[in-house]
Nanobody, 125 residues
Framework: QVQLVESGGGSVQPGGSLRLSCAASGYTVRQGCMGWFRQAPGKERALVSSISPSALTRSADSVKGRFTISTDNAKNTLDLQKNSLRPEDTAMYYC???????????????????WGQGTQVTVSS
């Protein structure tokens, strides 16, 4: 049974930083594609960043240069370092995974079968 549990969300002022972590059980990180998605009220869930089994990453244009996705194989976690946060980064952030061993991970949330419960990030002054 695969379980993904996010942590690290919270409230932060614009320009601040947060680090999200997703602890996986029943799943070895980068066994397939993994990613962080976010969903703001009234908007669709969208890809933030993904990482492939070969560690190839892709990120939404809005977060490039500010967010970094990585895995910690020893801890079996998927992490997202978020710097220079903006009010528009406010959303519920979800960890997701699948079993696809591909070079480039999909950006559509429908291609991920395993999801965490989400962690709220609020950026406000």
């Amino acid at each position: 049974q695969v379980q993904l549990v996010e942590s690290g969300g919270g409230s932060v002022q614009p320009g601040g930083s947060l680090r999200l972590s997703c602890a996986a059980s029943g799943y070895t990180v980068r066994q397939g594609c993994m990613g962080w998605f976010r969903q703001a009220p009234g908007k669709e869930r969208a890809l933030v960043s993904s990482i492939s089994p070969s560690a190839l990453t892709r990120s939404a244009d809005s977060v490039k240069g500010r967010f970094t996705i990585s895995t910690d194989n020893a801890k079996n976690t998927l992490d997202l370092q978020k710097n220079s946060l903006r009010p528009e980064d406010t959303a519920m952030y979800y960890c997701a995974a699948n079993l696809w061993r591909v070079a480039v991970c999909p950006g559509d949330s429908g291609n991920y079968g395993y999801w965490g419960q989400g962690t709220q990030v609020t950026v406000s002054s």
